[in-house]
């Protein structure tokens, strides 16, 4: 059984910060991509950044300057730092990685996140 257990959204002022947090516990035996997606209301989930366990990062162009991902491979544990965060950054959150389980070695499954709430107040 994998989970991944997210924290750290909120309410917060427009030009505020947050940091998001999700740790993959579980079964685990091999990791090699995680990501932070968005979806807001009426809107298709996208892809906000990614990391992988080379420790290449990717940001969406909206994103870019303002938000960083990084990872710590030792805790399965990935990060978003948000700051200056707009409105439109107002969404669900939620956090993906691409794992191998230990009960089915050789394959990888996509595992989600709850999802957890983002609000900009302008």
């Known amino acids: 059984q994998v989970q991944l257990v997210e924290s750290g959204g909120g309410l917060v002022q427009a030009g505020g910060s947050l940091r998001l947090s999700c740790a993959a516990t579980g079964s685990i035996f091999s990791i090699n991509f995680m990501a932070w997606y968005r979806q807001a209301p009426g809107k298709q989930r996208e892809l906000v950044a990614s990391f992988t366990s080379g420790g290449s990062t990717k940001h969406v162009d909206s994103v870019k300057g303002r938000f960083t991902i990084s990872g710590d491979n030792a805790k399965n544990t990935v990060y978003l730092q948000m700051n200056s965060l707009k409105p439109e950054d107002t969404a669900v959150y939620y956090c993906?990685?691409?794992?191998?389980?230990?009960?089915?070695?050789?394959?990888?499954?996509?595992?989600w996140g709850q999802g957890t709430q983002v609000t900009v107040s302008s």
């Open positions: 993906a990685a691409d794992i191998q389980t230990t009960q089915v070695m050789g394959r990888w499954f996509r595992f």
